[in-house]
């Protein structure tokens, strides 16, 4: 393997998630199917998945790093809405989770899923993850945000996120939102895949283009 795309997730499992959970789950299993596809289309690239469910009473690695050729779909009962929404936690969760491993050649996407806004982070502020999202788009990292029952545009931006997509909270809006996902996720590893031959400084500078730019969710029907 030349280089390592990671796959950070960070789903969503407070208690207004349950209305959604069989399609929550269709969905992002769905999404892992698009990630092996891509592996088998782009070997040079290793695809690695960490999930990170999150709602107040429990943030955790649903899958750590680990290769798209070892994850398993998710079952029903590894995913069980319930309590608030602590965002801000989750989301430096992640960042911590990965962020050690990742290299100079390596490929970040971080998709943050969320049916509601924070309110319950005790670790991290608003101006904390903004700051340090701020400094992994300099690296590279592609930050995308998707909400529903909020202007997810006005919240991603206060966290410096350019990339965000609203959904409706019912079965039509929550398929509709993973296929546009998957569709904007297959344009990402076909174009981090063309960045292998530029050589290792041309490459970063690519990344850290596509990391700034606001075009992720654009012409996913094109």
């Known amino acids: 393997m ?9 789903l969503d499992e407070s208690g207004s998630m349950s209305c959604i959970k ?11 199917q698009t990630i092996r ?14 999930i990170v469910p ?3 009473f429990n943030i955790r690695l649903l899958r750590d790093k680990v290769s798209i050729k070892d994850v ?18 989750a989301i430096g969760f992640g960042i911590s989770s990965i962020r050690k491993e990742v290299t100079d050649n390596d490929s970040v996407l971080v998709t943050i ?7 319950s982070s005790r670790e991290y502020s608003g101006k904390a993850i903004a700051a340090s999202i701020d400094e992994l788009k ?16 006005r919240v991603a931006k206060a966290m410096n996120i350019c990339n965000a997509l609203n959904f409706e909270q019912d079965e039509e809006g929550t398929k509709e939102m993973f296929r546009r996902e998957r569709k904007s996720r297959e344009r990402f590893f076909e174009k981090t895949a063309s960045f292998l031959g530029l050589g290792k400084a041309f490459a970063m500078e690519a ?3 596509m990391a700034c730019e606001d075009s992720y969710f654009e012409d996913t029907d094109k």
């Open 2 to 10: 030349e280089t390592k795309v990671f796959n950070l997730i960070i």
């Open 22 to 32: 069989r399609q929550a789950l269709n969905g992002l299993n769905e999404t892992l």
């Open 37 to 50: 596809k891509a592996q088998e289309k782009y070997p040079e690239q290793e695809q690695l998945i960490s």
């Open 54 to 56: 999150f709602e107040s």
């Open 72 to 89: 398993e779909d998710l079952k029903e009962n590894e995913y069980n809405p319930g309590g608030s929404t602590p965002l801000y936690d």
């Open 113 to 119: 899923i969320t049916d509601g806004e924070e309110n």
């Open 138 to 153: 300099q690296k590279g990292w592609l930050f995308t945000y998707i909400g529903a029952n909020q202007d997810a545009v």
């Open 207 to 209: 990344r850290k283009e």
